[in-house]
T-cell receptor, first 115, second 115 residues
Framework: QKEVEQDPGPLSVPEGAIVSLNCTYS??????FMWYRQYSRKGPELLMY????GNKEDGRFTAQVDKSSKYISLFIRDSQPSDSATYLC???????????????FGTGTQLKVEL | EAGVAQSPRYKIIEKRQSVAFWCNPI?????LYWYQQILGQGPKLLIQ????????DSQLPKDRFSAERLKGVDSTLKIQPAKLEDSAVYLC?????????????FGPGTRLTVT
């Protein structure tokens, strides 16, 4: 079993739709949860990060973490064609915990927002 | 603020040849990471430097891969000899400190094809 599981998609939605992207994980030491966006032939770009459980909102993006279920989500409201990219979840236990300082990534979900 | 620079952007070599990649992190970032991203997968950490010292190289195939970060700034990653399974995008990332791993900034990557 992989430490981080992510549905690879591809996911195709019409412009304006609400998009839900999800990851599950198995390592209970993970405390930092990140979402990266990666356009084709570019490096990943940090969208949001959350520490521990809870919600975080930034514009059209909302990140949710449910540590009891080991489940994280990214919601994109009013999706735009410019949101078409691969979305990677990543997580870490942090420098001071036994979870390790490194980031463990999911495989990424390919999203296409169509006009 | 200039981002993480990498070169070359693309490289094609034959198996058993050697190759080197270069990375210049964001100015002032003490922590530098090299990741391998195979097509359809998330980035996998190969090695992490703090200044010019190695913090984590547990997933670096040391029989063929080597990396250095002289003077704590630029870094090079070398593969010698290359295998077909080394075909991937090699991403360099940097952060201000190890504790701010959630603020990793990625370069555009070097796409390596081994034939």
């Amino acid at each position: 079993q992989k430490e981080v599981e992510q549905d690879p998609g591809p996911l195709s939605v019409p412009e304006g739709a609400i998009v839900s992207l999800n990851c599950t994980y198995s390592n209970s030491a993970f405390q930092y949860f990140m979402w990266y966006r990666q356009y084709s032939r570019k490096g990943p770009e940090l969208l949001m990060y959350t520490y521990s459980s809870g919600n975080k909102e930034d514009g059209r993006f909302t990140a949710q973490v449910d540590k009891s279920s080991k489940y994280i989500s990214l919601f994109i409201r009013d999706s735009q064609p410019s949101d078409s990219a691969t979305y990677l979840c990543a997580m870490s236990g942090g420098i001071l915990t036994g979870g390790g300082n490194k980031l463990t990534f999911g495989t990424g979900t390919q999203l296409k927002v169509e006009l | 603020e200039a981002g993480v620079a990498q070169s070359p952007r693309y490289k094609i070599i034959e198996k058993r040849q050697s190759v080197a990649f270069w990375c210049n992190p964001i100015s002032g970032h003490a922590t530098l990471y090299w990741y391998q991203q195979i097509l359809g997968q998330g980035p996998k950490l190969l090695i992490q430097f703090q200044n010019n010292g190695v913090v984590d190289d547990s997933q670096l195939p040391k029989d063929r891969f080597s990396a250095e970060r002289l003077k704590g700034v630029d870094s090079t990653l070398k593969i010698q000899p290359a295998k077909l399974e080394d075909s991937a995008v090699y991403l360099c990332a940097s952060s201000f400190s190890p504790g701010r791993l959630y603020e990793q900034y990625f370069g555009p990557g070097t796409r390596l094809t081994v034939t």
